[in-house]
């Protein structure tokens, strides 16, 4: 097979460049801090070796990944590499665009094992907004409430609030799906007198939108003060309100699913509900006296 591009390395200035495929959008910031961290690393590589932009150096690449990172690493990487690639041709350059994808699907992602999600309780999550500054326990308190993204928080606009007696709020989440997540009216005050933001919901003192790295900083700084844990963030509030959706409020699995924004309630199924087979099976079939008495 002829070589893919001819080249000692990628180039990574496009990757400012780089959309998203369905909506044209520029990709979000932590995406391209993670294509640039995966372009350096396979460049790297590539030098180390004195290897060129080729299949080989692609799959001995992400072979060395996998034998020393996780699953889900592995397929982020490879996700990552395909798209830099697929964007170091012209777009109307089909030839190399259909090469990249006849190389990738020879390397398939890797099955990730299913694992216990963790999660806070309604009242350690009270603890952290009783114990932070008023701002961080707001976003913290909309987080909770609304199972949000960081990056669909941050993103939400003024004009996306409409205020009645609650108030709904339109999300774009993943792949530009929509929903509408609902707060309280108090809750919404409070956001409005501390941000007093101009365009979006949630600005810093500079008028700009929140950054979603001083945030993540604050949680994990919140979570060691208040309840003595090193692995507080944000995406473990999004998993405690669905824990406490399905555990505490009984509502549904597709309940959950709609209201987090999953594609599908058996994404929600597997993530959140444990539960394996024992011999407490045998009980759940024994009949009682009064209906063994019906049937005989």
């Known amino acids: ?15 400012k460049r780089i959309k998203y495929e369905n909506n044209g959008n520029r990709v979000a910031d932590h ?3 993670s294509l640039l ?27 060395q990944i996998k034998m020393q990172r996780s699953a889900a690493t592995f397929n982020l990487s490879r996700a990552h590499l395909k798209k830099l690639l697929k964007h170091q041709t012209a777009k109307d350059d089909y030839t190399k665009r259909v090469l990249v994808n006849e190389i ?12 216990i999600v963790d999660y806070l309780s309604q009242s350690q999550v009270l603890q952290l907004i009783l114990g932070s500054e008023k701002r961080l326990a707001l976003m913290i308190e909309f987080l909770f409430k609304t ?20 108030v709904r709020i339109k999300i774009i989440g993943k792949g ?8 309280d009216l108090g809750l919404y005050k409070r ?24 945030l993540f900083r604050e949680i994990k700084k919140c979570g060691k003060q208040i309840l003595g844990r090193d692995d507080i963030n944000i995406h473990l509030l999004r998993h405690s309100t669905a824990n406490f959706l399905l ?4 509502k549904s699995p597709k309940y959950v699913a709609e209201f987090l924004g999953h594609s599908d309630p058996a994404i929600t199924l597997s993530m959140y509900i444990h539960e394996e087979v024992g011999s407490d099976v045998v009980e759940l079939f024994k009949y009682g006296k009064k209906r063994r008495k019906e049937m005989a």
């Open 1 to 15: 097979m002829p070589d893919l591009l001819k080249r000692k390395s990628l180039d990574l200035k496009l990757i």
């Open 31 to 33: 995406t391209r801090l």
């Open 37 to 63: 961290s995966i372009g350096k690393k396979y460049n790297g590589f590539l030098h180390d070796n004195k290897l060129q932009v080729d299949r080989s150096s692609i799959i001995g690449f992400l072979k």
């Open 104 to 115: 990738f699907s020879d390397i398939k992602p890797l099955r990730q094992d299913k694992r």
């Open 147 to 166: 199972g949000c993204r960081i990056t669909e928080m941050i993103n939400i606009r003024l004009q996306d609030c409409k205020v009645d007696q609650e």
């Open 176 to 183: 530009s799906k929509q929903r509408t997540v609902f707060i």
């Open 191 to 214: 956001i409005r007198q501390q941000f007093n933001g101009l365009f979006y919901l949630f600005e810093n003192n500079r008028q700009h939108r929140y950054d979603r790295s001083n």
């Open 247 to 250: 555990k505490e409020c009984g």
